[in-house]
């Protein structure tokens, strides 16, 4: 697990859900991080089948974030809550408070630049080194 990173360079934060239940009922986790950062809307997976017990697997959130300058990026705790098949009741999982330290200045031309430069900006991002943080979680 990576805890620092160069601004301007890509990172993803993967929460991974395992256990036994109704996936399509967990929500995506809302990250409410400083506007220094881009955060883009997470890319979901499934994975997951029938056993005698029910539905069971993981479901996976993988959030891609590039901070924009240099410092401490606190994304802070946030829950997901889903229904416990053995207690019968609802259950929050707390995903802990993550850090990541952004250091050196940009290099990169701002997005708004580069669209004016640029049609296709997945190729801009894709050249970037990714770093991942990742957090599992485990559900009944």
Do not use: M, W
Request: with cysteine.
């Amino acid at each position: 697990n990576k805890d620092s990173c160069k601004v301007d360079e890509v990172v993803t934060l993967k929460y991974i859900i395992n256990g036994r239940g109704n996936f399509d009922a967990i929500n995506t986790p809302e990250l409410q991080i400083s506007q220094d950062v881009e955060i883009y809307d997470p890319e979901v997976k499934d994975q997951y089948g029938i056993k005698n017990s029910g539905l069971e697997g993981s479901k996976k959130f993988e959030f891609t974030i590039i901070p924009k300058q240099a410092g401490i990026i606190i994304i802070p705790k946030s829950s997901l809550s889903y229904f416990d098949l053995t207690e019968k009741k609802y259950v929050e999982i707390i995903l802990p408070e993550q850090q990541i330290y952004a250091y050196g200045t940009s290099q990169l031309p701002s997005v708004n630049e580069k669209i004016e430069k640029q049609n296709d900006v997945a190729t801009f991002y894709d050249v970037r080194k990714i770093s991942n943080l990742q957090t599992k979680t485990h559900a009944r």
